[in-house]
């Protein structure tokens, strides 16, 4: 059964740092690419950052590049640093990992963990 479990959320100040974490399982996901994606209250799921298989190429949405780092410390675990957090990240975080090239498009993406919560107050 794959899994992609999530952590790290939590409430911070504006201009805080998180550090979120995935841990995937379940099979092997040497040959996936990647990434994070985010949905707010009442609005779409979007992308936020995708990695490659391999770890060396990155993807990142204009609205958090210069502030998120996206990583990976082997196949199966991921991490998204976050710096300088604004209120407008707020959102539950999800990641994903898809066979293949790296992609913003949400469809694109077969597994899914269940999210964290990150909520920044002003």
């Known amino acids: 059964q794959v899994q992609l479990v999530e952590s790290g959320g939590g409430l911070v100040q504006a201009g805080d740092s998180l550090r979120l974490s995935c841990a995937a399982s379940?099979?092997?996901?040497?040959?996936?690419?990647m990434g994070w994606f985010r949905q707010a209250p009442g609005k779409e799921r979007e992308f936020v950052a995708a990695?490659?298989?391999?770890?060396?190429?990155t993807y990142y949405a204009d609205s958090v590049k210069g502030r998120f780092t996206i990583s990976r410390e082997n196949a199966e675990t991921l991490y998204l640093q976050m710096n300088s957090l604004k209120p407008e990240d707020t959102a539950v975080y999800y990641c994903?990992?898809?066979?293949?090239?790296?992609?913003?498009?949400?469809?694109?993406?077969?597994?899914w963990g269940q999210g964290t919560q990150v909520t920044v107050s002003s």
């Open positions: 990695i490659s298989w391999i770890g060396g190429s």
């Open positions: 994903a990992a898809k066979p293949g090239l790296m992609s913003r498009q949400r469809l694109q993406y077969t597994y």
């Open positions: 379940g099979r092997t996901f040497s040959s996936y690419a």
